[in-house]
């Protein structure tokens, strides 16, 4: 079992690397973010590259979610691939256990690299607690925003018009988000608005703000949500 | 012993009926061949078979057990679907190791005789639908199955390595269940066949030489169709297919005769697979 | 006040880079078919001319625009940018579009061939089919990476140009 969930995510984690647009968008995307906005109001504001920080891996935590997990999944059933390795000798979940892992492992890495960047760039030196809080957030982020993406795909929309679904959420959760400044303080609704959505939830993780109820809200609805539409979803041969 | 057990299955959707009430067996060391044109059902069929599509009526059964397990069964769908992203001998790979086979003993037993050297290297992307094909054949014997399900295995294939697969396929006494449309394919591989037609099988399962023998007679005459002959033709059975007069005779010159007063555009052939399913749909349709 | 004389100034910069590819096609031989505004891939001014048949014509043809900017760029330096910030930060602008690694005269140069690549109608096409192989590459984050760095550059050391 072991074996076939290491497989699992050694072959994931190839796939996504021979993906090179989703490289970018994982990797070079955010560190040029980071680098770029601290460059531009890190040395003005005192906090601003730690704020940053968590704001860029917030962001990268949700895109992950939302076009990393769902999606792909969905494309498994659409393509006849879930009913292929159903006959297998293997429970299927332990090749989602590994795809699973394997967008931690690469969230991980991506943490990693801008905490690097972090202090090569702005002298900033990230703290283990606050490695321990993006930890956490990567799980509970993940976590949540697999199950929206899911949500959204299996949703019986057309194959499509749910990428472009899933764009529309993530930039708005995105820019009323207190991911790259605090939104609330240029705009009491679109802060409120942002108060209410996942990604502020995340980023109170990876702040060390803790937790409100909200979070409880955020995961529990996905996955009910995502289970019962999982059973009406019907495939066309 | 029965490998598989097709009994009453009917499928339907919404007010459409897919397949409706089909049953057959397939014997240990049996090769069945499903044989039917585009939309006849087949691969709903196969659907239902493999456990992909519940049937609205009815029920299958493998190896006489009423609980479906695919461990000794090898599946090769019409449309492979794997990780693109990923090259071939990682797939292969991949699959050895859920199935705690050497990969290693794989590529010695198998990689030469399905051509995988040459394209071990390339992505599932890059592949030709014959190539995904030989991958997806290899993926399916890899553990040496009791009964492999073929759903038009050969599709895009080259004749000599179809020959050369089959010979490995058939290895061992196993049982073979497979769709085609491929007439002759089915005539050469297959010791037992079914007609289906619209979501029915149109007789019981026989032998492809048994099918020819039940056909009004051994030769066809072909002919554009023209009203003028088809009144000659009460005492002769025939079908029509795709504005073609199709008649069976025995070595009748005088029909020949008579024919060639109307045309000369006619060929004479052996009957074969396809003239038994067009004949037996046409019988269906009247 | 500030965004006006911004938008002045970048269109300025804009007109002397269009006007760099424009002399140097005079320079070379090469017919100016066009000039012209298009918002594919994003809204920008061209200069479309008969495309060079030498390399080294292709080459300086293309980074002429560039190159006027970059003299705009160390006469702007040499005087402190007249004490105008904002020119500063209008030449920021024009730096981080002339450079990009997406869509700019460098992917251009680097990307594009003098012959169309087999089934490929227009020299367009043959730029789409090119840049897809080219981008992400190695050579492509190369390009990134002094493009970002420009970017910090430009940012670190504003206060030290104006």
Redesign the interface.
Known sequence: MIKIIVKSIYYQLLISLRIKQAVFFTVAFPIFLFVIFGSIWGAQHDGYVSFLLSGIIGMTIASDGLFAIGPVIKEYYSNGLIKYLRKLPFNILLHFIGLIISRIISLIFIVLLLCVAAYLMFGYIVTSLEILNFIIGVFVGLFVFSFLGLVVTFSGIKQGADKGIINLIYFVILFTSNAFYPVGEFNKLIGYIGNILPLNQILSILRGDGVNYLLGIWTLIPMLLFAFLFKKVKFKR | MNDIIVSDVSYQVKDKIILNNISFTVTKGESFALLGENGSGK??LI?VI?N?LKPSKGYIKFFEKSKAC??K?G?V?D?????S??RVF?II???T???KLEFENIKKKYFEIFEINKIQKSFIKELSQGEKKRVGILLALIHNPDLLILDEPFANLDPTITERLWKIIRNENRTIFFTTHNWKEAEKLAVKIAFIYKGKVLFEPQSPQSILNSLPALKIINFPKNENIIKLLTNYQYYLHDENINVFFNEDSKLLKDISQFTNNFSVQEVDLKDAYLFNINNYKA | MQLFLFVIFLFGLVFFHELGHVVSAKLLGLSVQKIGFQFQPFPHFYVAVNWPKKKIHKFVYLFSGTFLTLTLFAVSTYNHFFELSILYWAFFVQFIMEFNPFYSDFTIAFVSNNKLNKGVKSYADNYKVQFQKYQFSAKWYFHFIIWTSTIILLIKFKNQFV
Do not use: G
Request: hydrophobic share 45%; glycine share 0%.
């Open positions: 691969s709903t659907d493999l992909d695919f461990d069964v599946i769908y449309q492979l679907p794997l990780f992203m990923l990682e790979k991949y699959f190791t859920i199935r």
